[in-house]
């Protein structure tokens, strides 16, 4: 909800607009390419990014501005049919960052 009487009620939508471009769907090399905060929801384990929650201490991916984690859906139907055009890698635990974005990317055409 937004407060009625809130002076730039539109800010909203310009930062959760930002957080879609930028978590939604990051570009490789952006500071969003493996999560949302070193440290929070990824890190750097044995030199490498990783997500994986087991490995990383006060873990969360927990987002308490959001409704939920960001999604563009057109993006989401374009992964599945990659999916199922075989263009993209099985998602599992050994991919190399762990995280299943890193894998998309490297796949894409």
């Not at 009487?5 to 090399?29: Q, S, T, V």
């Not at 099985?90 to 762990?98: A, D, F, M, V």
Request: with cysteine; glycine share 6%; net charge neutral.
């Amino acid at each position: 909800m937004i407060n009625k009487d809130a002076k730039h009620p539109e800010a909203i939508f310009l930062y959760y607009n930002y957080l879609l471009d930028n978590l939604a769907n990051p570009a490789a090399g952006s500071e969003y390419e493996y999560g949302f905060a070193k440290g929070y929801d990824w890190d750097i384990i044995d030199g490498q990014p990783t997500s994986d929650k087991e490995k990383i201490k006060d873990f969360s991916n927990e987002f308490l501005f959001l409704t939920g984690p960001a999604r563009i859906p057109d993006l989401y139907m374009k992964t599945l049919v990659k999916l199922a055009n075989c263009r993209l890698m099985p998602l599992t635990n050994s991919s190399p960052t762990g995280n299943p974005m890193a894998v998309i990317r490297s796949r894409k055409k």
